[in-house]
């Protein structure tokens, strides 16, 4: 469904993506991770458009999206920290963002009501926790029933009821068929939602599994524990 080929990318004189090579397919839940500065962030960018590799090619249906922006329609987005304006209400933001996108297809509004935004429909933007802010970004992410989305950090800021909605919303939409990218630190939530992981550091992907081998190979039974399992080796290696 997403193809990177060949990735890299320079801020400068930092090499903030290297020789990116990974397939994402359509009904699979995907944790990418890593420390802060891996290019995590970078990656996810250009996948959505807003930054242009130096070198190589996404493909999403085996079409290139570099320099496009119509293909933008088929993916949901939320991001870490949402930005809105401050003066307009909720009800007034989704309202907005229905008439930019003046999609055809129909809406996807349960977490509009799982999330009761709803009932403070009225609020401003400015008035709002950063929990509550969340929500509306997730809502917006999911409203348009996009083919692809993108999960930046999802559950932070999300009180435990919340982020239990949203995880059961991620794991519906997957049965779905649907591609679904989650950039996440809490690995301990991670474990009933995804498919597979991807771990990066310093701009390279240093593995790509399944969930199913992640576990066999590490010999241990919650992806935080396989995790720190690999990490913990890789450590020793390099003091040898």
């Known amino acids: 469904m997403i193809t990177l080929k060949?990735?890299?990318?320079?801020?400068?004189?930092?090499?903030?993506?290297?020789?990116?090579?990974?397939?994402?397919?359509?009904?699979?839940?995907?944790?990418l991770i890593g420390p802060?500065?891996?290019?995590?962030?970078?990656?996810?960018?250009s996948i959505l458009g807003m930054v242009l590799p130096d070198?190589?090619?996404?493909?999403?249906?085996?079409?290139?999206?570099?320099?496009?922006?119509?293909?933008?329609?088929?993916?949901?987005?939320m991001p870490q920290i949402g930005r809105?304006?401050?003066n307009m209400t909720i009800s007034q933001i989704i309202e907005m963002i229905k008439q930019i996108r003046n999609s055809k297809k129909e809406l996807d509004e349960d977490l509009i009501k799982a999330f009761k935004l709803d009932k403070m429909s009225d609020k401003q933007m400015r008035t709002?926790?950063?929990?509550?802010?969340?929500?509306?970004?997730?809502?917006?992410?999911?409203?348009?029933?996009?083919?692809?989305?993108?999960?930046?950090?999802?559950?932070?800021?999300?009180?435990?009821?919340?982020?239990?909605?949203?995880?059961?919303?991620?794991?519906?939409?997957?049965?779905?068929g649907k591609l679904i990218l989650i950039t996440s630190h809490l690995l301990s939530e991670l474990d009933d939602m995804i498919t597979q992981i991807i771990f990066m550091q310093d701009g390279k992907?240093?593995?790509?599994?399944?969930?199913?081998?992640?576990?066999?190979?590490?010999g241990e039974n919650k992806i935080s524990k396989s995790i720190a399992t690999i990490l913990k080796e890789k450590q020793h290696e390099q003091n040898n």
């Open 6 to 31: 060949n990735i890299n990318k320079k801020f400068g004189r930092l090499q903030v993506l290297q020789d990116v090579n990974l397939e994402f397919k359509a009904g699979e839940c995907i944790a």
């Open 36 to 45: 802060n500065g891996c290019g995590k962030t970078t990656l996810i960018k």
């Open 55 to 77: 070198s190589g090619d996404i493909l999403l249906h085996e079409e290139s999206i570099l320099k496009k922006f119509e293909y933008r329609n088929t993916i949901g987005y």
């Open 84 to 86: 809105y304006p401050d």
């Open 128 to 176: 709002l926790s950063g929990g509550t802010t969340q929500k509306v970004s997730a809502t917006l992410a999911f409203l348009f029933n996009p083919d692809v989305l993108i999960l930046d950090e999802p559950t932070a800021g999300l009180d435990p009821l919340a982020a239990e909605i949203l995880k059961e919303k991620i794991i519906k939409e997957k049965s779905k």
């Open 205 to 218: 992907v240093h593995f790509h599994k399944t969930i199913k081998d992640l576990l066999e190979s590490t």
